[in-house]
């Protein structure tokens, strides 16, 4: 049997289905800055629902985590991850326009490459900016959602939240992020929900500590945790060899508005020492992903709890 053909054909398959709930789909290669790569082609996917939930239409934009684990969708330019293609076929159902984003395209990256990886917050303002513009999607009504290294994404996101024409994001979802480094709480005016696994390698302990300090400086911002899951949302994870950004979970980083970083216990921190504490040599395996149904299901509720 020839499985890596029978693998494309299951990825197309399921491509197929998730845009028949779609009445329109489109690849669009943006110019995208950042500092590590400068300018480079960041491929985007976007989707209208068949039967949008109102006009003009509500955006969703996802970002994939480390491993984009769900191959390559439509003409084979964007790869997302498992996470991220059942969340936007939930949107899709559901009446959202999704953009999908592949913030890895021909950059070579490896999923233990954590340093070189382009911080996708930044191509999220941007990407958010030019589809501002786009007539039949709604600005008032854009929301993103990422996982893992898109999750990081999303509560990076929550320091610079204006996008386009002062435009701000309706809601932020950030699935399995690791939370030992966050920005300085204040009351966001953007409500963001952190969904966590229970027995993830990414401990939930910052994330509680992220999302306690928010609440308290008036944000509206909410953590849901699964608690046999780990970070795949599976029932079946092991700690494994690998790299990962999941140390001092119980001293996290704190940045200032001004980009000074500090240790919760207000020691100051530097590069050195953030390497030290809070890079571990571990990763997660297990991806039988009894609740990720659940999280979609609960990211859906959240998207449509905070339309405008």
């Known amino acids: 049997m020839n499985y890596k053909y029978c693998y494309k054909l299951i990825s197309f398959i399921l491509f197929l289905l998730m845009v028949s709930s779609s009445g329109f789909s489109e690849t669009i290669k943006l110019e995208l800055s950042e500092k590590k790569y400068g300018t ?20 969703i934009i996802l970002q994939h985590g480390s491993t984009r684990d769900s191959g390559k969708i439509s003409n084979g330019i964007v790869q997302t991850d498992v996470q991220m293609k059942n969340l936007s076929k939930a ?4 009446g959202f326009a999704v953009a ?3 913030a890895f395209y021909k950059k ?14 930044v191509y999220a303002k941007q990407i958010a900016s030019y589809f501002s513009k786009n007539t039949k999607l709604d600005p008032n009504n854009f929301f993103y959602a990422g996982f893992s290294y898109g999750g990081r994404a999303a509560v990076m996101l929550m320091n610079d939240l204006e996008f386009g024409n002062s435009k701000k994001w309706a809601g932020v979802v950030s699935l399995e992020p690791p939370c030992n480094m966050f920005y300085k709480p204040r009351n966001f005016e953007t409500p963001l929900l952190v969904i966590k696994g229970g027995e993830s390698h990414y401990e939930p302990k910052p994330c509680k500590t992220m999302i306690d300090l928010y609440s308290s400086a008036g944000a509206d911002a909410n953590l849901k945790i699964f608690p046999k899951s780990n970070h795949f949302f599976s029932h079946n994870g092991k700690i494994v060899k690998g790299v990962a950004f999941n140390g001092c979970g119980d001293n996290p980083v704190i940045i200032s508005k001004n980009n000074n970083f500090n240790f919760l216990d207000g020691s100051v921190a530097n590069p050195k020492n953030i390497r030290k504490k809070c890079f571990t040599k571990t990763s997660g395996s297990g991806k039988t992903r009894e609740d990720l149904k659940l999280v979609i299901d609960a990211s ?3 998207f449509k709890s ?3």
């Open 40 to 59: 480079s082609n960041v491929p985007v996917e976007l989707i209208f629902p068949e039967k949008p939930i109102k006009k003009p239409v509500p955006l």
């Open 91 to 94: 949107s899709l159902n559901n």
């Open 100 to 102: 999908i984003i592949d």
């Open 108 to 121: 070579n990256l490896k999923a233990n490459q954590k340093n070189k990886q382009p911080k996708a917050q």
């Open 300 to 302: 859906i509720s959240f």
């Open 306 to 308: 905070k339309l405008n």
